[in-house]
């Protein structure tokens, strides 16, 4: 997938998106953009034809938790729909993947959203390195942080730190310990 320069314009209180430099292709207006051409649009092409793809619109205010406005979108047709958002620090990763990482307290997760025809959903699949605190990690139970005041019973505590840190899974509503090669790319955001 590769991102092309699209062009916002405004006509008859909608947005229009025309792609620069293809005289093949048609204006799309995109329904329920209130904010005009004041955010950034991003155009990522289909591997398989240059007219068609995905559109980002990014958010007006920033924030932990602001997110992308995404679209599948056509230019040979000129019609778009709205297929739901992903996280605005999320990568496009190929192939109608993003790939979103952040860090919170003392851990770094990495979630893959995955756009399909008709929306966007978080894969099956999430990662965790936890770089500070202790994990209760038993055998065939789900593994969890320990707090403080935590008075659960654990049989196989870990202490994770910066320097020994540990790799957890969540899939669903199961959380196991991975081996730490499985986190290796979260790593390098410590």
Do not use: W
């Not at 991102?3 to 329904?31: F, H, M, R, W, Y």
């Not at 958010?59 to 997110?67: S, T, V």
């Not at 929306?119 to 965790?128: A, D, H, R, V, Y």
């Not at 669903?172 to 790593?187: N, P």
């Amino acid at each position: 997938m590769a991102a092309t320069d699209i062009k916002c314009s405004e006509a008859n209180s909608q947005i229009q998106l025309e792609l620069i430099g293809s005289t093949s292709s048609l204006p799309v207006s995109l329904p329920n953009i209130t904010d005009g051409c004041q955010r950034s649009f991003e155009f990522i092409e289909s591997s398989t034809n240059s007219l068609e793809g995905l559109v980002r619109i990014s958010p007006i205010e920033l924030g932990l938790n602001a997110q992308n406005e995404v679209y599948r979108i056509t230019f040979k047709g000129g019609s778009a729909r709205r297929i739901g958002e992903i996280p605005a620090g999320a990568e496009s990763a190929g192939h109608n993947t993003f790939v979103h990482i952040i860090q919170q307290g003392y851990s770094i997760y990495k979630n893959t959203y995955i756009a399909s025809e008709t929306n966007i959903s978080l894969s099956g699949e999430s990662l965790e390195l936890v770089t500070g605190g202790t994990i209760c990690a038993e055998a065939g139970k789900n593994a969890y942080a320990l707090d403080i005041s935590s008075n659960r019973d654990c049989k196989r505590r870990i202490e994770a730190s910066y320097k020994k840190p540990v790799c957890l899974t969540h899939s669903g509503q199961i959380t196991t310990q991975s081996k730490l090669d499985r986190c290796s790319e979260l790593s390098n955001y410590k």
